[in-house]
């Protein structure tokens, strides 16, 4: 699948959850991108996002790379498993409007380098995460994509 394959399949999706709560579709898309490599990677048939298990439903158990001290490490974690891409997308904008941790990144919209750089501190232990799904924003254009 080609990048612009993977953002048609996606947005759609992306823009129909996003929209039940207020949320850049253009964010859920990019971290869809680089967290399974444009489609490339998916865990199962619809985690795109390297979405860890919240303790509900199917899993599958991966090893998988996270960013400690200096230095990534392989490790063994257990992923949410979706029934659907729409399950997947509701499930992102679930974690980002329930979760304590991201609050301050919701409190910052409409600003979204600044709801991506809080977002992005807490989701991910690489410490440019939110600079990747900025330049794949900007790249893409996926800005068009937001309510």
């Not at 990019?30 to 967290?35: M, R, S």
């Not at 941790?101 to 690489?126: E, H, I, S, W």
């Not at 995460?129 to 254009?141: D, E, F, G």
Request: aromatic share 12%.
């Amino acid at each position: 699948m080609t990048a612009n394959e993977f953002i048609e399949w996606l947005a759609p999706a992306a823009r129909a959850q996003t929209g039940c709560y207020n949320l850049p579709a253009s964010v859920l898309i990019a971290q869809g991108a680089i967290e399974s490599g444009w489609g490339k990677s998916v865990i199962g048939k619809y985690n795109l996002f390297g979405r860890k298990w919240n303790g509900v439903g199917p899993y599958i158990e991966l090893p998988t790379q996270e960013y400690e001290g200096s230095r990534y490490v392989t490790i063994r974690a257990k992923f949410q498993d979706y029934p659907s891409l729409l399950h997947a997308c509701d499930d992102w904008c679930i974690l980002m409007t329930q979760e304590p941790c991201y609050a301050p990144a919701v409190a910052a919209l409409p600003n979204l380098v600044q709801f991506v750089r809080l977002m992005g501190a807490k989701y991910a232990t690489d410490p440019d995460y939110a600079n990747k799904v900025l330049a794949t924003i900007r790249a893409n254009k996926l800005t068009r994509f937001d309510a």
